[in-house]
């Protein structure tokens, strides 16, 4: 089955396309990535030191077009084509709601054959309702046009499944047969959880933070410390030469929440105490800044190894798999794999491109929900920012 996936949660305009076949249950999935683009509005951001909705929505409407037009390419599936567009006053209608892409959308329309896809997975929350406004009008308007049926996907659920994919060749993956109970630990920009599955695709989001995401806290962080955004590889690179030179520690702050008796998390008192360090201090030396980097780092690390770690003894978890942006994070990684070996738990990590936003993650998803049998009816599609995992 092939899928087109669409993703426009926060700042990148991501499309792919997919070829996939077999099930998880009965261990034969095997999936080949026929095309794969993404547009980052990083720089864009940067300036405002985190992500704009309305620059993003705007930037998501400029894109969308372009990079669909790439990952077609790239799968083969690129033809032109003179033929009518039908449908046009649902199709209008459907557009409407997001005037900047109409023109553009049914031009591209008009010009482009339907490509061989079977159906069309967009990420439909959680994220900026703007940003997934686009998308997902987006996508039904190429179903609509097409013919085909469209599936909406939970963007957390795509980090979780992206981080078990195995290759097997050069754009060929299949997914590890993970046991259960498993444990997933969910860090990014927006969120921070802790989610058990008894079985393949049931959610409990059993621990969650309540202020601050993990990955918005390193942003804050780097921007108090003045450092580029997004602050996150920042601070690990400058943490990373406090460790290799061996500075000696200093900054000491408390682990947040360590102690609590629950699976939640706190970064906003961290935040708050490393800015009036920051501040007691008129200038603060390359070293200076390495040494507070690594202790940002530790600190954040050893209270999120610690929560896991309950987590997983808490439900008897065979495996952990690790998700989202901040999994790029080389001493997070390191630390969570030794408390794995340490308690027999098998656990998955994200490659470095699929850590981060992108469609490959969405496809996937949206692929095993067909699967399930969930299609989505299109009018009842709808952005849901704070969309659960369940
Ligand atoms: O999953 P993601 O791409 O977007 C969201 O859905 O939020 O995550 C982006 C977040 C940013 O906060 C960024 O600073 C953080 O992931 N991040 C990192 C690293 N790479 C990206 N944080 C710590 N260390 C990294 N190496
Ligand atoms: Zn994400």
Redesign the pocket.
């Known amino acids: 089955m092939k899928i087109l996936s669409i993703e426009t ?2 700042d990148e305009t991501a499309v792919s396309v997919i070829d996939a076949t077999g099930s998880f249950e009965t261990g034969d999935f095997s999936m080949t990535v026929l095309g794969n683009s993404l547009l980052s509005q990083m720089a864009l951001h940067a300036e405002f030191g985190g992500v704009f909705p309305g620059l993003a929505k705007r930037e998501h409407q400029k894109n969308l077009v372009p990079v669909l037009t790439d990952a077609l390419t790239q799968a083969g599936m690129f033809g032109s084509s003179d033929s009518e567009v039908e449908n046009t006053d649902a199709l209008s209608d459907t557009l409407a709601k997001e005037g900047v892409l109409l023109e553009q959308t049914l031009a591209f329309l008009s010009k482009t054959a339907k490509p061989e896809i079977d159906a069309i997975a967009v990420t439909y929350g959680p994220g900026l309702e703007p940003a997934l406004w686009v998308g997902i009008v987006f996508a039904k308007a190429l179903a609509l046009a097409w013919g085909i049926p469209i599936i909406p996907v939970n ?1 957390m659920e795509g ?1 979780i499944m992206v981080s078990l994919l195995q290759k097997t060749a050069q754009s060929r993956y299949s997914i590890a047969a993970i046991l259960f109970p498993a444990v997933s630990l969910l860090v ?4 921070t959880e802790i989610v058990v599955s008894q079985e393949w695709m049931r959610y409990e989001v059993v621990g969650q933070t309540r202020d601050d995401a993990l ?2 806290a ?2 804050k962080v780097a921007r108090l410390m003045q450092l580029p955004y ?4 920042e ?2 690179r400058l943490a990373e030469i406090a460790r290799i030179e061996e500075l000696p520690p200093a900054y000491k702050q408390t682990r947040p929440m360590i102690h609590s008796k629950d699976l939640d998390f706190s970064f906003s008192g961290l935040k708050s105490s490393i800015r009036r360090l920051i501040e007691s201090q008129p200038t603060w030396s390359d070293t200076e800044k390495q040494q507070l980097a690594r202790e940002f780092e530790d600190t954040v690390t050893d209270t999120v190894v610690s929560k896991v770690r309950e987590a997983l003894t808490t439900y008897g978890a065979q495996t952990l798999v690790v998700g ?3 999994s ?3 001493h997070l990684r390191l630390s969570l794999e030794s408390a794995a070996h340490d308690m027999d738990v098998a656990i998955y990590l994200p490659t470095a491109a699929n ?3 992108n469609a490959l993650m969405i496809a996937l998803a949206g692929y095993f929900r067909v699967q399930a049998g969930s299609h989505g009816q299109p009018e009842a599609i709808v952005a849901h920012g704070t969309l659960a995992l369940s």
Do not use: L
Not at 230 to 233: D, K, M, Q
């Open positions: 949660s926060c963007h980090h990014s920009g927006g969120h990955g918005e390193f942003d997004p602050g996150g590889p601070i690990s989202g942006g901040v790029a994070n080389k850590a981060t936003d």
